[in-house]
């Protein structure tokens, strides 16, 4: 999409699980995409540069249920102030829904430990 020029501002649209540099992004965003950061965009020290750099209004919060989460080996991992209780998928039923999460599957409400991470960052 980058290389194909166009107008600036004439693509409308978010470009999902950013992980590239801050070169294209920045290229992204003078088209007029925003950037989808979830937990794979927060893997490397070299990602959480690059979201540092990335404009709060041209960011998206995405989790992108169900993969994605943001985990012990990532670089955000230590930014993280919300954890949820989670079971393996074996011990997980209906009934444990309220109370725990699957373990190592994105949920919506995980959303807020991406927002953590970007806050931490900035």
């Known amino acids: 999409v980058a290389s194909q020029g166009g107008e600036e501002g ?9 992980d590239e540099s801050v070169e294209v992004a920045m290229k992204l965003m003078s088209l007029g995409l925003y950037i989808g950061i979830n937990g794979c965009s927060l893997k490397t020290p070299e990602n959480l540069e690059i979201v540092a750099q990335i404009p709060l209004d ?10 994605c989460d943001i985990r012990p080996t990532h670089a955000g991992y230590e930014h993280l102030q919300t954890t949820f209780p989670t079971k393996k998928e074996k011990q997980y039923n209906r009934e444990l829904a309220k109370e725990f999460c699957v373990k190592n599957r994105t949920e919506p409400s995980h959303v807020a430990q991406v ?8």
């Open 10 to 18: 004439n693509i409308k649209g978010i470009v999902h699980s950013f």
């Open 58 to 67: 041209k960011v998206m919060l995405e989790t992108d249920c169900p993969w």
């Open 115 to 122: 927002a953590e991470v970007i806050a931490a960052v900035k």
